[in-house]
């Protein structure tokens, strides 16, 4: 086999000029394409087109956009595009022989994608065929039997010679060596392929010459022009002189292209007219078949039948060409021939090929529809119907395929999604071609969708309420609050804390804390039942999400009481520490009330109910005391034979578990007559919200005790000043009179107090106005003198009357409408308490008078005298 013509430094120039000329400008075709043409063999990194350019595209955008070159996976990526400069270029070698075994126009289609937004681009570039095979021969030598009788003009084929070019690069002609007996002519085949014929010139003579030498060269067309040659061996036989003859010399055959091995093709059939050896007939295949042909097809050399040896591919090649030769087995046998067309008939044995080109995922749960999630290529190998696809979503998921460009479909969103209810798409994407029985292919896509914080917050319970025993621990848990976020990831963490506020004054974080990752609530001090029963706090939940989003709840602490108070006796009152006293008269009969031991509980509930009980005493069956009221009273009469000093202790118990108590002590002194003093006991009533609340009550009772003492020291010393003034000024007895009030003021008001022996349970009583001297009398312009007393007094006790029960003494004075005559009375009681008479105005001295001056409320002077 020869070498090819030319230098390789003359191919690599009429290779690069070759580029220059084709590639210069691109072809942009009538539906938006482009197309482009490049030689084959060109070496890594040169320069195809710049796509950039003719595409319209920024090219300082074109990586941020992600421009590249879609391929089928597993596909060789024979170009790529620099994103720097947008310049297509040769990635790695193109053999056009490789990529195209087929001959024909070799093309490369190519899919452009660049994003933000979504485009796409087709082109195309063909792969232009350079001269780089030489034609070679399947054997160097050939051996070729003539018989002798062979007639001049006989046609002997000879072995074609193979170039995997195309075009003018592949074999364009035959040469045979000069000779004097032989010619050769040159044959087309129905695909333009180039097949030699040797033509007898001249008559053979076995005896002269019984073998002839000649050289046939095989030539291609290209630049250099390439060749290779083969040497004929031609053997001159004896005369055999009736060759074999087929039926007719093409015939046609058409098979299905999934035909099983061994299906009949053709049956072929050529007839001999000698005997014997000389008209059996052989078949074969010619020399100048194709290797794919042998590879495919068998010839039966005895029955002539052709067989299906080979897989056929439709796809791969719809026609294939046989030459088949019979040849007699007789001596100097000639081989005719015949062409045999096998036309492929397509079936739908190729399924749609789904391929997802670009994928955007995870989606956003608030992407406005018509979102593009994927762009998909789908293809088909068959041809017509069978190579026809249509692709579809699986139903019930809010997404469809558009069709952008022809077997290109774009996924798109078609509703808004919401993560929170499916976070996961599943799209089967459905490709079914048209064929009989139709193909398809199922593809799954699986569509994450990303969360967006749009979900608040949610507590389990609209709110809460914890109970917590006072005197707890600090520190101590007391509850937890929990809530949900149906987002996730930084969205779905929550934080919890409690809004500011105040309780009592103070700042609720004084009181109550929380973990802000648990949501466990803690209490920071030790409630008291007596002094907070409940408050309420504003706890929020906050997702970490941008922008946050929370959402509050309420929590009610109810503090639970615990019996941590024993009961507190208010009355009686002991003097001075000393035992508390009574006077009992011994005339008293059964059930006579001798006092009331009063207590009060600051605990709530059945920790503040009181019992009472006679703890204690000399004689168990004199006295009894109610338990629930405390009254003391006598169970019966006394006799002669009691003691006249009664020792009793009696106790005040709650009904707390453990229960508490206190106990108070009593001297009874049994007399004859009861001299007018005031007992230890005293009405202390309260009212039943404060005497069964908390100890606000106690100090309520101190405080109120210790202004009334204060206020009653001052009225004593301004009554003593007063009374020692008048001393020397007015005349009277010692009887009660009725003083005027300073002109110009209110009418003044008459007040009487009767005390006795039961003077604690005297009561006062307001009486209807005096009439002193008003204006309009004869005097308007005199004020009373000291020389009136006893007009004054009977105008004054003619409106006194008599209140309580029993002797005793009274007193008067006058004030004006705003002074509170219960003060007042609460001041004069320590002197009216001796009931002691009062032979004329002054102090409660021994001689048993009481007077007094002062200022009331409303900055009115007034008088009291005490009878």
């Given amino acids: ?277 000389n008209g059996e007939i052989e078949y074969s295949f010619s020399g100048h078949a194709p290797p794919r042909v042998r590879e495919l097809f068998h010839v039966e050399p005895r029955s002539g039948q052709v067989l299906l040896k080979g897989r056929l591919d439709y796809e791969r090649a719809s026609l294939h060409e046989l030459y088949v030769q019979a040849k007699d087995r007789g001596p100097s046998a000639v081989a005719v021939h015949c062409r045999v067309l096998v036309h492929l008939l397509d079936v739908n044995d190729n399924a749609p090929e789904v391929t997802l080109t670009s994928v955007s995922t995870p989606v956003l749960e608030d992407a406005p529809p018509g979102t593009v999630i994927a762009v998909i290529s789908v293809l088909d190998r068959d041809s017509g119907d069978n190579g026809r696809v249509s692709c579809e979503v699986g139903p019930n998921v809010p997404f469809e395929l558009r069709s952008s460009f022809r077997n290109y479909y774009t996924l798109v969103t078609t509703q808004a999604l919401d993560r929170e209810a499916v976070p996961e798409y599943n799209v089967s994407i459905t490709a079914r071609d048209m064929g009989s029985p139709a193909l398809l292919t199922r593809s799954t896509l699986t569509v994450p969708v990303s969360d967006v914080n749009d979900n608040a917050p949610r507590f389990l319970q609209p709110s809460y309420s914890v109970y917590v025993m006072e005197n707890n621990a600090p520190g101590a848990s007391i509850c937890s609050v929990s809530a949900l976020d149906p987002d996730c990831q930084q969205n779905a963490y929550l934080s919890y804390s409690i809004a500011e506020g105040h309780i009592h004054g103070m700042p609720v974080g004084t009181y109550v804390s929380i973990n802000s990752d648990s949501g466990h609530m803690y209490a920071l001090r030790s409630l008291d039942y007596e002094q907070i029963r409940s408050f309420q706090i504003q706890v929020q939940a906050q997702d970490a999400g941008f922008p946050p989003l929370s959402a509050n709840v309420t929590v009610h602490i109810f503090v639970l009481d615990q019996n941590d108070n024993a009961p507190v006796i208010v009355s009686p009152m002991p003097r001075n520490g000393s035992v508390a006293t009574e006077l009992v008269p011994r005339s008293a009969r059964p059930g006579y009330l001798v006092g009331t031991v009063s207590a009060v509980d600051a605990d709530a509930g059945l920790n503040a109910r009181l019992s009472y009980q006679l703890l204690q005493a000399t004689d168990f069956t004199l006295f009894s005391v109610a338990p629930d009221t405390g009254e003391l009273r006598t169970l019966r009469s006394f006799l002669e034979q009691d003691a006249s000093r009664q020792q009793l202790v009696v106790q005040v118990r709650d009904g707390g578990q453990p229960a508490l108590s206190a106990t108070v002590s009593l001297l009874l002194s049994v007399v004859e007559t009861m001299p007018q003093t005031l007992s230890d006991f005293s009405e202390f009533s309260l009212p039943p919200e404060v005497s069964s609340s908390s100890p606000l009550t106690l100090y309520l009772l101190v405080s109120l005790g210790s202004i009334s003492f204060t206020f009653l020291l001052a009225i004593l010393i301004l009554t003593a000043i007063r009374c020692r003034g008048e001393r020397r000024s007015r005349q009277g007895d010692s009887s009660a009179t009725c003083l005027d009030v300073p002109a110009g003021g209110p009418p003044g008001y008459c007040y009487k107090v009767c005390l006795g022996p039961e003077s604690a349970q005297s009561d006062f009583m307001f009486l209807k106005p005096c009439s002193p001297p008003r204006n309009n009398e004869k005097d308007p312009g005199k004020r009373s003198r000291p020389d009136q007393p006893l007009q004054r007094q009977q105008r004054c006790s003619s409106a006194l009357g008599e209140v309580g029960s029993g002797g005793g003494f009274s007193f008067a004075w006058v004030s004006n409408s705003h002074w509170d005559s219960v003060s007042i009375a609460a001041a004069l009681l320590p002197c009216a308490g001796r009931g002691l008479q009062c032979p004329g105005p002054g102090c409660c001295s021994a001689q048993g008078c009481a007077s007094s001056q002062g200022v009331g409320a409303s900055g009115q002077d007034f008088n009291v005298s005490i009878c």
């Fill in 1 to 277: 086999m020869g070498a090819g013509a030319g230098s390789g430094r003359g191919q690599l120039f009429l290779r690069s000029l070759l580029f220059l000329l084709l590639a210069g400008s691109p072809a942009r075709p009538a539906w938006g394409q482009l197309r482009y043409a490049v030689p084959e063999e060109l070496e890594h990194g040169a320069f195809v087109a710049n796509l950039g350019e003719d595409l319209g595209l920024d090219v300082s955008t074109l990586s941020a956009r992600r421009f590249r070159i879609v391929s089928r996976a597993g596909a060789r990526q024979h170009l790529e595009v620099n994103l720097e400069n947008g310049i297509l270029f040769v990635n790695e070698r193109i053999d056009r022989e490789e990529v195209c075994e087929a001959g024909g126009t070799c093309l490369l289609h190519l899919q452009l994608l660049v994003e933000s937004p979504l485009e796409l681009y087709r082109v195309e570039v063909e792969v232009l065929d350079i001269n780089d095979h030489a034609p070679t021969f399947p054997w160097q030598e050939y051996v070729l039997e003539v018989a002798e009788s062979a007639v001049l003009g006989a046609r002997f084929p000879l072995e074609s010679a193979q170039d995997p070019d195309v075009g003018t690069n592949s074999v364009h002609t035959y040469r045979l060596s000069p000779n004097g007996f032989f010619s050769l002519e040159v044959q087309t085949r129905s695909d333009a392929s180039k097949f030699a014929e040797l033509v007898l010139e001249r008559a053979l003579d076995r005896e002269q010459q019984r073998v002839h030498r000649v050289l046939l060269t095989a030539l291609d067309g290209g630049v250099p022009e390439r060749s290779g040659t083969a040497h004929i061996l031609v053997t001159v036989l004896d005369a055999n002189d009736n060759v074999p003859a087929f039926d007719q010399p093409s015939y046609g055959v058409s098979l299905p292209e999934d035909a099983p091995a061994g299906t009949l093709v053709i049956q072929l059939n050529a007839t001999d007219l000698d005997e014997g050896p």
